[in-house]
């Protein structure tokens, strides 16, 4: 049977609907046969162009394939023996590796066409059960964040409280000896008077001086005494939000930190000596815990060197030496990377959103517009995504609760559309940062690539600059799958940095390595939960040193 037709008596997709609880609220999606076959025919595209492919690409591309499969790590055990097979035998036979790669690629090819239909309806029914999870859990959320609130003020209450009573203390200790001060000056006036009757008016002239001068001092200390504990009001402050943003990535940490630990402690139990099995032991360490197939090569031909250089021997100073060094390569290859927000000082800066349905970019966008309008930035946010209405709906959600005005657009309707008026109303009102929303597109639909192109070009026309910034927000619990979101992201849009999202809910955090590692994008924000503070500016130096640092700890 030819590929087409295979296609065409794949069964259509269905996605079966939960029945929604009474009086809930509940957007039914289903994938028409239409969806289906138009999804089926792209993907069509894509398996003859991988059918055309030579066998070195072909190879490349089944590789690709299996990396994001359940079987990635398999497969990524025997890239990497292939890898060394082709180093150590540079003249091994070309025909037996293209017949190879060509059974390869047609494998691939086979796993692929059996799994659209299957990947399509696992998309539609994640995006279901999100929608239904969002309706039971709202209530859940605002009691969370209420509970935030309150705890939050509660301690702006203490603190406040303890700046007062620390100033009221300080200046009634400054007027006690104040008045000490006035009460002596008082007595040395009174001898003076007794002593000399006629220096009298004099004395009285002083007396009134010394009052005078004394009023005023105790004016100027009462006002330090007050702007000092309000400096340490404030330091208290800024030292608590610092240590809160320390703990929650810490804690969002915590699962990639656990497995990092376990393999790496499980890894050098095994310690004998610094071979060539420890070092492919170490590769294998290195892939399991996410870091990508290539940067695992890297890593251990780097750490090969190290532990030669250091001439380190024994268990501790080997699993010292690659650790500090693990740290050192995350930080050296982080010297030239922006990770910074590119902001348009003087006008509109647009912010677009992209990703695949579900990684948690609404979400994102509630958490960052939140915090800029935190830090005095007028701003508007454009529900773009008009092909979830659960989404339009979760968005201005996010408006309402931090006051955040919303423009939305009919559901289905002309996502273009609703940016072109989000830019609109975002000038009239003068605003600062317009957060855009789009629908959560299949990397491989090129229809949807199309309508993302659409959307820039609106706002171009309107902003020439603009999108000062284009977002790919990554959900960090898909692993090596997110790798190669980015890829496709990265061939078909400019993508300008990286949202990673849900760290607090994996021990794939090493995924961080290889986004910067093989695709050069930087992760400007990493997501560590659902709260609204649970979104922070990328610290590389702070996440490696929260990934990597205790093991140093712990080996010295
Ligand atoms: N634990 C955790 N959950 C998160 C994080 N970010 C987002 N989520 C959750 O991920 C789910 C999906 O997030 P959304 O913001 O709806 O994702 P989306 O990309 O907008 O999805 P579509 O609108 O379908 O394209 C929601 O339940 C979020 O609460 C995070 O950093 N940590």
């Not at 060094?325 to 010297?335: C, S």
């Not at 517009?369 to 209405?389: C, I, N």
């Not at 600059?465 to 990265?490: H, S």
């Amino acid at each position: 049977m030819g590929l087409f037709d295979f296609l065409k008596h794949k069964p259509k997709v269905k996605v079966e609907v939960l029945q929604p609880k009474p009086g809930m609220a509940v957007d039914i999606k289903y994938v028409t046969d239409e969806i289906a076959e138009q999804e089926a025919i792209a993907d069509s595209h894509e398996l003859v162009v991988s059918a055309s492919m030579t066998p070195v690409e072909a190879e490349r591309e089944a590789e690709n394939e299996t990396l994001t499969s359940t079987v990635a790590e398999s497969a990524a055990h025997a890239s990497i023996a292939q890898a060394k097979a082709d180093r150590e035998t540079a003249s091994a036979s070309l025909s037996e590796s293209e017949a190879a790669s060509v059974i390869d690629a047609q494998s691939a090819e086979q796993a692929h066409v059996t799994s659209v239909s299957d990947a399509m309806a696992q998309v539609h029914a994640d995006s279901l059960s999100d929608e239904l999870s969002l309706v039971t859990s709202t209530s859940q959320v605002e009691a969370d964040m209420l509970a935030e609130s309150a705890s939050f003020s509660t301690s702006v209450m203490v603190s406040a409280s303890q700046a007062h009573a620390t100033s009221v203390s300080t200046s009634q200790s400054l007027s006690v000896s104040a008045s000490q001060d006035a009460a002596s000056a008082v007595n040395e006036a009174e001898l003076e008077e007794t002593a000399e009757h006629d220096l009298e008016p004099e004395i009285k002239r002083d007396l009134a001086q010394t009052e005078q001068n004394h009023d005023t001092s105790l004016e100027i200390s009462q006002s330090l005494s007050e702007s000092a504990s309000a400096d340490a009001a404030n330091a208290i402050n800024e030292t608590e939000v610092e240590q809160t943003a320390e703990q929650d990535l810490d804690q969002g940490l915590s699962k990639t930190r656990r497995t990092w630990s376990d393999r790496w402690n499980q890894f050098m139990s095994n310690f004998r000596s610094v071979d060539e099995d420890f070092f492919d032991d170490l590769e294998e360490t290195l892939i399991s815990a996410d870091v990508g197939a290539q940067t695992a090569v890297t890593l251990t031909d780097e750490l090969r060197d190290e532990v030669k250089l250091k001439n380190a021997k024994s268990q501790d100073e080997v699993s010292k030496v690659i650790i500090q060094k693990l740290i050192d390569l995350y930080e050296r290859q982080g010297v030239d990377e922006d990770t910074s927000m590119h902001l348009n000082a003087n006008g509109l800066t647009v912010i677009l959103f992209v990703g695949v349905n579900g990684v948690g970019k609404t979400t994102t966008i509630g958490k960052m517009s939140a915090r800029y309008k935190q830090e005095g930035k007028q701003v508007v946010l454009a529900a773009a995504d008009t092909f979830r209405a659960g989404a339009t709906e979760q968005l201005v959600e996010w408006g309402k609760r931090n006051d955040i005005p919303v423009v939305t657009g009919a559901a289905n309707s002309d996502p273009a559309s609703v940016v072109y008026d989000g830019v609109k109303q975002a000038q009239a009102q003068e605003a600062d940062i317009l957060f855009v929303d789009t629908a959560g597109r299949l990397q491989n639909n090129v229809n949807l690539m199309q309508e993302l192109a659409k959307m820039k070009r609106i706002i171009q026309r309107e902003i020439p600059e603009a999108p000062q910034e284009v977002l790919l927000v990554l959900d960090a619990t898909t692993g090596q799958n997110a790798l190669q979101q980015a890829r496709l992201f990265k061939d078909s849009t400019d993508v300008t940095g990286i949202v990673l999202t849900k760290l607090d809910g994996t021990a794939k955090g090493g995924i961080i390595l290889p986004i910067r590692n093989e695709l050069h994008l930087p992760v400007k924000w990493i997501g560590v939960g659902e709260k609204v503070t649970d979104l922070q500016p990328f610290d590389a130096d702070a996440f490696v040193k929260g990934l990597f640092g205790r093991l140093l700890e712990g080996s010295k």
